[in-house]
Structures are given as C-alpha cells and as structure tokens.
C-alpha cells in the first residue's frame, strides 16, 4: 500500500469516527420514522384519489342511465304515435350511450380493483410502520439508557481520578505539616538550650544572666530567713 493510500485510509478512519460521535441514533430513527409516515399518507392519498375518480365514474354512468331509460321511453312513445323513424333515432342514441356505459363499467372496475391493491398495500405498509415505531422506541430507550450509564460511569471515573489527585495533595499536605512540626521542634529546643536566640524574649544575653543571678541571689535570701525563723 503507497504512502498516499495509507493517509487516505488514515482520514478516512478519523472522519468515520467523527460522524460516530455527531450521530445521534435517535435522530436518525425519528427521521426514518418520519418519512415512513409521510410515504403512508402517500399510498393513503392515493387510495383517496382512486376512490373519487371511482365515484365521479359512477355519478357519471348514473346519468348516462337516466339518459338511457328516458330514451327508451322515448322510443316506445314514438312508435305509439307512428313515429318509427323517431324511434329509431331514439333508439341510436340509446345505443351509443349504452357503450358509453359499458366503457364506464370497464374503468369502475378497475379503478375499483386499484382501489383494493392500494388499501391493501396500505394495511401493509401502516403496519410494517407501526412494527418500525415500537422498535424505534425500543432502541431509544435503550441508548438512553446505555447513554445514561455511560456518563456515570464516567462522571464515577472522573470523581475517582480526582480524588487521587486530591489524595496525593493531601499526602503532601501531611508530610509538609510533619515537617513544620519537626521544624518548629528543634527549634524549640534550641532555644531552650540557648543554642539560639528566641526572639521573642525581651533582652539580650546579659540582661539574662542577671536575671538568672537576681533570682538565685533571691531563692539565698529566702532560705536564709526560712533557717532563722527555724532556728537553724
């Protein structure tokens, strides 16, 4: 495989996926619904316009057999009055209307069988439709609910990768207060030992030599008059 097909079929890949993630399945079965439902109201609409054009047919040949007993009528009428060549008019016209009609016969029936074709490719088609709807549904509710699991899942993963972040932070926090703590210890024991200056006591290295000497000056003082009140 060249080099130029290989990226063809690279971006072909990277395009698919990204159609993957834009498609929504439900759109897709909705408007796949939706334009079965309107190829249905087609077929109905035909069925609908066979069943006019049959009843316009069937006024029509009404008519021409009006027509065609008031000819006939006409006929007898003219052969009482002597009128045969009336009656033979009468008759030819009656004749040809009568065609007329059996042509119109013709045409009802089979508008009539088109009629029951349409009808029946209607029951079909409403119920492969309706067949199509429940599974529609179906499908729906179970990306939704695939969906619905994806996102937990994910919103679970997404909590646990955080709290490992915060986990590590906290780890961190607890070593840095450990050693703060071990800090501010040693440093309190070499200001008790005099190894380092506390700052925040007042005075400098003589001020407390005299004072570490005022107060041993008076522990002498007081043990002094504790012995001559006892005698001692």
Sequence with gaps: ??????????????????????????ETLDYSYEKQLEMLQGVKRGVADVATSKKRLQLQRSKLMQSIDKLAGQARAAIKSDREDLARLALERKGALEVQAQGLDQQIADLGKEQDKLVAA?????????????????????YT?????????????????????????????????????????ALDELIDTGTLDDITSSGDDIDRELAKISAESNVETELAKLRQEEGK
């Design 122 to 142: 209607e029951k079909r088609l409403s119920t492969k439709v309706e067949v199509f709807r429940t599974k529609k549904e179906t499908i729906k509710a179970q």
């Design 1 to 26: 495989m060249s080099l130029f097909n290989r990226m063809e079929t690279v971006l072909k890949a990277k395009m698919n996926k990204i159609v993957n993630r834009m498609e929504d399945p439900r």
């Design 145 to 185: 609910a695939a969906e619905a699991q994806v996102n937990i899942s994910e919103s679970v993963s997404g909590i646990s990768e955080e709290m490992a972040d915060v986990g590590l932070a906290v780890e961190r926090a607890e070593n840095k207060t450990e050693d703060m703590k071990a800090r501010a210890s």
